[in-house]
């Protein structure tokens, strides 16, 4: 097994999906490289894309076909100007033609070059779609490809994940590698253990910069959403809340710019109501950001993008762990943590449900807060273990097949037993604990198999079924 770098975990991405919008973003993208590999982008006559499984059931509400066709257009998610999206979509369909890679004007007809098949899966994985390139010659290039969550994508004899898996020299494939190594080399900080594993790509100091501007990143995408009023696109109708949360905790004090309004936060009200308030803030401010098609981070997945940033922000405005060390170490263990569930279970609601989303990540911020609150590796795990262990079995049942019911207040409920999670991990003896990391990684998985595919973001089961859409 091979090493995953926390920054193929914590990353930044595009709303409103990582797995059903990012991997078919990505694989467009990977599908352009193959036939300029193989052939000439010119000779390309007409190019299709097949959506199939969960990707197609929820593929409208997640943009999966908005990602294939932005992908296959040559555009890239982390460079995208968000506010040009919808325009350069109507564009393709009024004109029915795509301007393929970039560089070469294509028919494309949606429903015709482009499929939303909602009959079919694919045995290699539920997220299934094939790429198709036909040339002026009359040959054809296929290729299938599979989102497995975080925007990482394979195809059945490739997984793209062997890009960013390498041999680190105290591989931690589980919590109880991590734990062995801290003793091997009598290290005190789970951090310090990932700084040395980080080293097999890059330089320290590179690893520090990275985790700073993740952290910059946060703070954008929270500011924007508490500055966004309005209805989330979808036909859903539902209202952004955090604009509207964030002024009732200021007291409608006005603000100039970013800095200013981080530091009305920091000076904020600071009792038990008004904290809880402000975290539930944080992260709605995240996901209604990642509904509607804006730059987030990816942590681990699209969907739970709000629970770490929501953690995060608490430590720094609320907490005496506000340095930035203290900033780079929450986020190196946080994406280790992510690493193993991806490893040994999945990041993937079309694998797991909810549990491997908001699940992870509640697990990963609550690993990330003990470590800079003084937590030992034993009490580090432990928080992780805790905050998964209250996450098993959850659903995921997105009404319309859209990230914003039940998804955006998940969030908050993810951030809120992260924190609880740090707090009794904190003040507990791991030697005493019953149940391991490891293990509950493990019945996490059994649980995942277990569950029905009418939970694993179909939107054929729980909520997506019960709630009637035409009356939203």
């Not at 890009?163 to 789970?190: A, F, Q, W």
């Not at 696109?233 to 509207?244: C, H, I, Q, S």
């Not at 002024?247 to 009792?271: C, F, H, I, N």
């Not at 809120?416 to 999670?421: E, L, V, Y």
Request: hydrophobic share 40%.
């Amino acid at each position: 097994m091979q090493s995953i770098s926390v920054f193929e975990i914590i990353k930044v991405g595009i709303g409103p999906s990582s797995s059903h919008t990012m991997g078919p973003w990505n694989a467009a993208e990977n599908f352009l490289i193959q036939i300029r590999t193989h052939h000439n982008l010119q000779d390309v006559r007409e190019v299709f894309v097949e959506f199939f499984g969960s990707l197609a059931k929820t593929g409208i509400g997640h943009g999966t076909d908005i990602a294939g066709m932005l992908g296959l257009s040559g555009e890239n998610f982390k460079t995208i100007d968000t506010t040009q999206i919808d325009s350069k979509i109507e564009h393709i369909k009024v004109n029915n033609q795509l301007m393929l890679g970039g560089e070469k004007l294509v028919p494309f007809v949606y429903g015709k070059h482009l499929v939303l098949n909602m009959k079919k899966n694919l045995d290699f994985h539920p997220n299934g779609m094939i790429f198709r390139a036909v040339f002026n010659d009359g040959t054809e290039l296929e290729q299938d490809y599979y989102s497995i969550g975080g925007g990482f994508i394979a195809t059945q004899n490739e997984n793209s994940m062997e890009k960013v898996c390498i041999r680190t020299l105290y591989p931690c494939h589980s919590g109880k590698d991590v734990l062995e190594y801290m003793r091997k080399l009598n290290l005190e900080r789970i951090s310090d253990l990932i700084f040395l594993n980080e080293q097999s790509w890059r330089p320290r100091e590179e690893t520090e910069k990275e985790a700073l501007y993740i952290w910059d990143q946060i703070k954008e995408c929270i500011y924007k959403g508490v500055n966004k009023d309005g209805i989330l696109p979808g036909g859903l109708r539902v209202t952004r809340r955090a604009a509207d949360l964030n002024r009732k905790l200021l007291g409608g004090k006005l603000y100039r710019d970013q800095e200013e309004w981080y530091r009305m936060v920091m000076e904020a009200e600071s009792t038990f109501t008004n904290i809880n308030k402000w975290v539930s803030c944080f992260a709605l401010a995240v996901n209604e950001e990642n509904a509607s098609f804006g730059r987030i981070i990816t942590a681990p997945t699209n969907g739970a993008s709000g629970v770490i940033p929501a953690v995060l922000m608490y430590s720094q405005a609320f907490t005496e762990h506000r340095n930035l060390d203290d900033i780079i170490r929450f986020i190196l263990v946080a994406g280790e943590i992510g690493t193993l569930f991806k490893k040994n279970a999945t990041i993937s609601a079309a694998m797991g449900g909810c549990q491997a989303e908001v699940g992870v990540s509640s697990a990963m911020a609550a690993a990330g807060l003990t470590e800079i609150m003084g937590g030992t590796p034993g009490q580090v795990l432990m928080a992780a273990e805790i905050a998964m262990e209250h996450h098993l079995g959850l659903t995921c049942d997105p009404i319309a097949g859209l990230v914003q019911i039940p998804c955006i207040e998940r969030n908050s409920m993810g951030a809120m037993k992260a924190i609880t999670a740090a707090n009794i991990a904190i003040e507990s003896d791991p030697a005493k604990a019953r149940v391991t990391l490891d293990e509950v990684i493990q019945s996490m998985w059994e649980t995942a198999q277990s569950m029905s595919d009418r939970f694993k973001e179909t939107s054929e089961g729980g909520l997506a079924i019960a709630v009637n859409v035409a009356e939203c």
